[in-house]
């Protein structure tokens, strides 16, 4: 019986959970995520010491929102937590007394849907983790496909939009400005502007201020036949599809899985996407087509790729 723990290290909040040999998460614990360096690590000890006073295990896995080293004991680079070319494994790994390892947060999210979620089986298999962004993970005959120096796939950065929307990164018209939990909120507001909008459910959401929407209400007010809501969809799953028609190019996956908030309301546009993907792919009609549904793990798939890397160690 292989017990470890997986920490999901996010931007606002550091969750984790002890997971066993199928993937089942056991016991969790939370806490919220500090601005500086040595109060995150602090924290993040505070939070797995909890679970370790109940439950004995073989080693800890971090997924955290960042670019991570090759080693997969430093990280490089993360826009929201204070870590700047951090030994980060090292020093958690000193403090706990357990091997400690790891990984970006979408690629241990991909780990958990290909080994017990929605991507078992893949051969080529891509996760998208639509939410305030896009985080990908690609799975090549079950191993992590992490580029020269273990920063790809960032998918989210692709610029399909020239002198489109501005983007964190720096750039503009990144498929995530348009594929994405905050992409599905701009659109709305956009749409919102519009001489003659017809929008009930998403003018209550907004209640005279459209900064306020997010992904989620967008999704929601869809559901309920909001005109605006389903127009902001429809975009998206044009989006969506445009990018994966890409995406095809460059990786041809056999399985693409749709994860993060936005994941959740796939059902929504699933359908949608995949017959405008089937009509923009290169020799559409004349190839093999990917196969598009929803990730099945939610909320728990970093840490329990996390936990499921950390069992490997
Ligand atoms: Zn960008």
Redesign the pocket.
Known sequence: MTRTIGVDVGGTSIRAGVVDEHGTVLDTARGSTPADEAALEDAICSVVGELLERHPVSAVGLAVAGFIGTDRRTVLFAPHLAWRSAPVADRISARLGLPVVLEHDANAAGVAEHRFGALRGAGVGLLLALGTGIGAALMVDGVLYRGAHGVAPEL??LPLVPGGRP???G?AG?W??YCSGTALASTAVDLLAAPGARSSVLAREAAGDPGRITGRQVAAAAREGDAVALAAVGEMAEWLAVGLALVADVYDPDLVVLGGGVGESAPLFLDDARDRYHRLVTGGGHRPLLRLRAAHLGDDAGLVGAAALAAEV
Do not use: S, T, V
Request: glycine share 12%; hydrophobic share 0%.
């Open positions: 989210g950065h983007c964190e990164c750039k990144c995530e400005r």
